[in-house]
């Protein structure tokens, strides 16, 4: 047992050897507190053309409602955050090795392109044929000229690395390239790292959750401060970043090994083959539901649960209900098992009911039943199988980009950094649920690592190609910003790369007109290449749509 399960275990408990009897059907007899548990939005949808919607990062001000400011080295902080481009680094330091950098932003994606409706439905090759016709008839209801014109607040950067190996000795070394993402952008975030024009082989690790927590919005006072923890509140700057990298402990844990939970014991409540009368609105039975309450210590008893969606907490009287819909065969998860999982000591006296729907605003009862079974394991054991279940969603949302061991890794991490099994967890997990998890939402960094041989005296050219976000306020909040996007890059945060000179390229394409920067370049001049000053820690670029292009 690792270092960090043994103090799980030691501040949960020892398990208790309680019974459960199977055939109960009658729920406690009591009136405990309901506290409802609503998940609040974190962010708006912003439709991108017709069809297409992405969640944009935000930061503290976003979240809070408020408008853009100005850094402490007047770059703008913005609603939406994307993150900066970092430099390069080596997983170990080798003094051998230096770098020259040049890093190029290129506002290709913001050429406008005609998409035709044709071409737009023959591109989805996951419709049938008949589907693609519809798709088709829609666009050219939307589009009756045939199409639309097209473009991205994206840029294509390049991040250029000469490395020069001093030394009489060929040195093999182990770059790691970091990049801001989350699960659910990877596919399209994520590098290419080439060498001499090679695609390299890499090797992804993946950081924790890079953010913090805050209140609901209307905690939020003129004070700026929005204490609590039941909203995201991602990094909205670059020194925020800086916070998370400096000292090293973020990339040492991205790095190593996830928690290992196989050392804590869990009695585990299996629910499977559950059954009850057809949903029937004219019946007064919307979505017949099966609830399970029990009695439970809350200073010596954590659970856990998956597939559950509702829930009731008395702590005072050490009562607990929770509660599932009954699936249909057309629902997705039919069939699927229930579980409660128990950590410290058992919980006793379940018992469960069916009722006509899943609020406990009702005590309409229906006649309904479920098989029980209890058995004992350990945490990561049974919540391997819980995240199985999961993961399908996850590859749906996500792609096969990311591996299951990944997304179950970083699902083990969230739980003991900021779940119930953290020493202070978030309100936005109280409710245990490990389907209300921010795994694939929430930024992070992460690092792509590749092996690179850098032959005695020589150079390598490395390149990191990437797709890059912008940042921006968004489009109701009316800000001195609006239009305006953000671009920018640290020249040596997180780095141990000894880099004796860092230019950066601007191909601006004719589509921009540059509203603030510290890099120095005039595009009436036609300055579009400059030094950077490697004591500037942190470089940007805002711009907006030039009008010749609107």
């Known amino acids: 047992m690792s270092e960090k399960s043994e103090r799980l275990f030691r501040a949960m408990g020892d398990i208790g050897d309680h019974k459960i009897d199977e055939a109960a059907e009658t729920i406690v007899s009591r009136k405990p507190h309901w506290k409802r548990w609503t998940a609040l939005a974190a962010a708006l949808a912003l439709v991108v053309g017709v069809g297409g919607y992405f969640l944009p990062r935000m930061g503290g001000g976003a979240a809070n409602g408020g408008s853009s400011g100005t850094g402490t080295d007047g770059a703008s902080t913005f609603m939406s955050y994307a993150g900066p481009v970092f430099p390069l680094t080596l997983r170990e330091e080798n003094e051998a090795i230096t770098a020259e950098r040049n890093i190029t932003l290129d506002f290709r994606p913001w050429v406008r392109v005609w998409q035709s409706n044709e071409e737009e439905a023959a591109s989805r090759r996951d419709l049938t044929e008949a589907e693609r016709q519809e798709v088709l008839d829609d666009y050219n209801r939307w589009f009756p000229e045939g199409g639309r014109w097209q473009s991205s607040s994206d840029i294509l950067v390049t991040d250029a690395y000469t490395l020069t190996n001093a030394s009489d000795a060929d040195q093999t ?167 409660l999982i128990v950590l410290g000591d058992d919980v006793r006296n379940m018992a469960y009911q069916g009722y006509v729907t899943g609020g406990w605003d009702t005590q309409n009862t229906v006649e309904a039943g479920v098989t ?121 945060l997180g780095s141990n790369l000894a880099c004796t000179s860092q230019t950066a390229t601007l191909e601006d394409r004719g589509q921009i007109e540059i509203v603030r920067q510290n890099f120095g370049f005039d595009l009436e001049q036609g300055m579009k290449t400059v030094v950077l000053d490697p004591d500037q820690e942190h470089y940007y670029l805002e711009v907006r749509r030039s009008e010749d292009t609107e």
């Not at 670059?238 to 040492?252: F, I, N, P, Q, V």
């Not at 992460?446 to 890059?468: C, D, H, N, R, W």
Request: hydrophobic content about 35%.
């Open 173 to 339: 070394v182990a770059v790691l390239y970091p990049f801001v993402s989350s699960l659910q952008e990877l596919s399209k975030d994520a590098p290419v790292l080439r060498a001499d024009g090679e695609t390299l082989e890499t090797v992804l690790h993946a950081g924790g959750y890079s953010g913090g927590f805050q209140g609901a919005w209307e905690s939020y006072g003129e004070t700026g401060e929005n204490p609590g923890s039941l909203n995201l509140e991602q990094p909205n700057s670059w020194e925020a970043y800086k916070a998370l990298l400096s000292d090293g402990r973020y990339a040492e844990k991205a790095l190593g090994e996830y928690p290992d939970l196989s050392g804590i014991p869990a009695v585990v409540y299996q629910f499977t083959e559950a059954w009850g009368p057809e949903a029937d609105e004219s019946k007064g039975v919307p979505n017949p539901s099966i609830r399970v309450t029990f009695e439970m210590d809350y200073g010596k008893t954590t659970v856990l649960s998956y597939g559950f969606h509702s829930m009731s907490r008395d702590e005072e009287n050490n009562f607990m209900g929770q509660g599932f819909s009954i699936r249909e065969e057309w629902e997705k998860g039919y069939g699927d098992p229930y579980y």
């Open 372 to 492: 029980i079974r209890r058995y004992e394991t350990d945490l990561d054991t049974v919540l391997r199988e819980a995240a199985v279940l999961m993961y399908r969603e996850v590859r749906e949302m996500c792609g096969g980009g990311v591996d299951f061991e990944m997304y179950y890794g970083l699902l083990r991490e969230d739980l003991t950094s900021h779940g119930l099994l953290s020493e202070q967890p978030a309100q936005r997990y109280d409710t245990g649920w490990l389907e209300e998890n921010d795994v694939i939402n929430s930024d992070r960094v992460f690092y792509l690592e590749a092996e690179v041989t850098i032959p005695a005296g020589q150079s390598v050219e490395l390149t990191a190609e990437m797709t890059k976000e912008a940042s921006f306020d968004f489009y109701c909040a009316h800000t001195e910003n609006q239009g305006v996007y953000g671009y920018d890059m640290v020249t040596k």
